[in-house]
């Protein structure tokens, strides 16, 4: 099928939900054409990933005229292995979250309005991932910016969570401009933006260009924005405010791995370019112990798994700086599975719960939500790294090859393994463990929302084994990507391989150990310490306060106090002309005989003039 | 003292009159009578000064006036009724509605 269809449909999806809404769509009717658009766009991606060898390019109407040296650049879709790898986990997990959105959004009043922007987005990411120049993945880029804006205020009228989806918007923007400045400069050097006609002539260049570096860096600033790397990280704990589902598909599964992507498409450049390379690596590494030091004391039990996902995606940008892009890939997609999961999870316990979010709020609910705490106990050995589940194998991957590279970047590594595994231990445990401590009646979630839990807890379970270390088999994931991105063969051996799983494994198991130690008997306090730094997330948004809010407002209040001086000054001319005006008001008095005197008055005057001056011409 | 000055002087202190009779008295109507009055004093001049200098031009201002001061006295008195009617007074100081 050809590849246009793929965002295509959702896109129709969008433009009829959005034309018609509530009124046309009654009850959960909007929802079913929502996922059922994205249903087909997983359709087109399928029968496309099936039997694909080599690159399809469909190149379809001119859209810049003369920009590409002469030729128009034309709007044209690009399917390798990477993409559609990207294309699976997009339309695929996409739709499992709009299912469980039909049940999710029941009661919202603006139900089928939410289903348009998710297949808005859905469409958008697609055009993103399946771009085959970078303006035209810009186009993507962009939109799904503004669909994780519109989902992220959905409930616009909280003054927070407006403010949430501006911050995400602004922060955006920073990174985007790094995209552009990166694009300017490849479009100077190479004269075209077509990727694979950009690959070819980065690929033929034998001498060092600087230019590279800093289109590298610039692309790094554009990946940055986008997957909430450091430092532009600090807008995606805030995008928590949207839906639940939201939370899910656009902010841990899809649109934030978008950076990881990038990097991973530009790979070609990321070769030439040592230094940038160099950086990806180490945003990477400090992104992910931020973003788990951060996780270790937060009390909302979606601010637990943002911070989670900030430091998962830090994983893979250290994957993909280390040149271990499949193994990027790799962590990209079991990550969109158990985070995709786990976020649903928290889902179906807030729903549960009657929109409660505090996990001191919650606890014993393994026994009240059956499946939601099977599900759940799926997600979270998949994210601590315990064998056989999904998670533990991406990450394995991940730490070999930083193991390879650099030693201090692997120590990191593992110490986040570590953390990681302590953090969301402790989720599991506040959340299912123990005695209920909330006030609601915690319930489990209908069919509707348990069928897309089951079918990631399915997908988490099984997924890791696409990739497996190759002490253990074939590695179908790095062999399937051979053809779209370079695969270095690793260089250790066996033993040492077994080594660093051993260690891998008994870093998640001390994580969880020392997790249930503190908390199995009903603690819920905070840890002392550490405390408010991880609270308050390292103070990273303090910082951004200091460096940049607070001077601008400084200034704002400056030019406020300007412009009140400019306006007094104004208000005071004007009262300089009112005042006499208000003196002689006094004289329409509206007495007949005043003015009739006053007449009299003036004609005198008049006639005193003209005597003075007839008489002085007599002279 | 020529042949004009009585009739200036007669038509002075008749102006005189018609002035401090409109400025002095509050009901409408005799402002109005007084008005009149400085209306036909200069009337008296203007025929005074025609006299005087074998001039027609100012004899004929003087029938424009009148012409005037009568379709002057028809408005006038019906607007005065019309007050008179809606006021019972024909005060003028109490008709101040349209000041500033």
Request: hydrophobic content about 55%; glycine content about 10%.
């Amino acid at each position: 099928m050809p590849l246009y269809l793929m965002p295509l449909i959702p896109f129709l999806g969008f433009l009829i939900l959005i034309t018609f809404g509530g009124r046309v769509f009654k009850g959960s009717s909007g929802g079913w054409i929502g996922s059922l658009a994205v249903l087909g766009a997983f359709v087109v991606a399928i029968s496309n990933y099936m039997g694909l060898e080599r690159p399809i390019h469909e190149q379809y109407f001119a859209w810049l005229p003369y920009l590409d040296n002469g030729k128009d650049l034309k709007v044209g879709f690009y399917l390798d292995q990477v993409s559609s790898i990207m294309t699976l986990v997009i339309t695929g997990i996409g739709f499992l979250i709009h299912v469980f959105s039909i049940g999710y959004m029941q009661d919202d009043p603006r139900y089928t309005r939410f289903f348009a922007f998710l297949n808005f987005f859905v469409a958008l990411m697609l055009i993103l991932v399946l771009g085959d120049s970078y303006p035209l993945m810009f186009v993507g880029w962009e939109g799904v910016g503004t669909a994780s804006f519109l989902l992220i205020g959905f409930w616009y009228n909280k003054r927070d969570y407006a403010n949430a989806a501006r911050k995400a918007f602004i922060m955006n923007r920073i990174g985007d401009l790094g995209f552009m400045l990166g694009m300017f400069l490849l479009y100077k050097n190479f004269g075209t933006l077509v990727i694979p006609d950009l690959a070819e002539k980065v690929e033929g260049i034998t001498a060092i260009m600087p230019a590279l570096e800093l289109v590298g860096l610039f692309l790094l600033l554009g990946a940055a924005g986008k997957s909430g790397q450091l430092p532009l990280t600090t807008w995606l704990p805030d995008a928590m405010a949207g839906p639940t589902p939201v939370s899910a598909l656009i902010h841990a599964a899809t649109m934030v791995t978008a950076g990881v992507y990038l990097i991973a498409r530009s790979y070609f450049l990321y070769e030439k370019a040592p230094m940038a390379h160099e950086w990806v690596a180490w945003v990477g590494a400090l992104t992910a112990l931020y973003g788990a030091l951060s996780a270790i004391n937060q009390y909302d039990i979606k601010k637990i798994l943002a911070y989670s996902t900030v430091s998962q995606i830090g994983y893979m940008i250290l994957a993909v700086g280390v040149g271990a892009y499949w193994a990027g890939m790799f962590h990209l997609v079991t990550h969109a599975f158990f985070k995709a999961l786990l976020f649903l999870t928290a889902g179906s316990v807030i729903h549960g719960c009657h929109h409660e979010q505090d996990v001191r709020q919650m606890g014993g609910l393994a026994k009240k939500m059956p499946i939601t705490h099977a599900v759940g106990l799926i997600g979270w050995l998949s994210i601590a790294g315990i064998p056989i589940f999904s998670g533990f194998f991406s990450k394995d991957a991940i730490l070999t090859s930083a193991y390879e590279h650099n030693i201090w970047m692997y120590a990191i590594g593992l110490f986040v393994a570590l953390l990681t595994a302590f953090y969301m231990t402790r989720w599991y445990v506040l959340v299912f463990r123990g005695q209920y401590r909330g006030h609601a009646h915690p319930h489990e979630s209908g069919p509707i929302m348990t069928f897309p839990l089951i079918a990631l807890a399915a997908l988490s379970t099984l997924g890791g084994f696409i990739g497996l270390p190759h002490i253990f088999g074939t590695n179908q994931l790095s062999h399937y990507l051979e053809a779209a991105l370079p695969i270095e063969e690793s260089h250790i051996s066996a033993s040492l391989e077994w080594t660093l799983i051993a260690v891998a494994v008994a870093t998640s198991v001390l994580g969880i150990f020392i997790a249930f130690m503190l908390y199995r008997q009903r603690r819920i306090e905070r840890i002392g310490g550490i405390e408010n730094a991880s609270v308050q997330a390292l103070y990273l948004n303090t910082l951004y306060d200091n460096l940049f809010s607070a001077p601008s407002r400084a200034l704002a209040k400056g030019l406020d106090a300007m412009d009140r001086g400019v306006e007094g000054g104004l208000e005071a001319t004007a009262k300089v002309s009112t005042e006499p005006g208000g003196w002689l008001t006094h004289l329409q008095n509206g007495y007949v005989r005043a003015y009739a005197s006053l007449m009299l008055v003036g004609t005198a005057a008049l006639l005193l003039y003209l005597a003075i001056r007839v008489l002085g011409g007599m002279q | 003292m020529d042949a004009v000055t009585p009739y200036l002087i007669l038509s002075g202190i008749l102006f005189s009159m018609g002035l401090i009779g409109a400025l002095t008295r509050r009901t409408a109507i005799l402002v109005f009578l007084s008005v009149e009055l400085m209306l036909n004093a200069a009337n008296l001049a203007l025929v005074a000064f025609a006299q005087a200098w074998g001039d027609l031009i100012a004899q004929s201002a003087v029938f424009i006036v009148m012409t005037l001061a009568a379709a002057e006295v028809a408005i006038g008195l019906a607007i005065i009724v019309t007050i008179f009617r809606k006021r019972v007074s024909t005060n003028v100081d109490t008709l101040a509605e349209l000041k500033g």
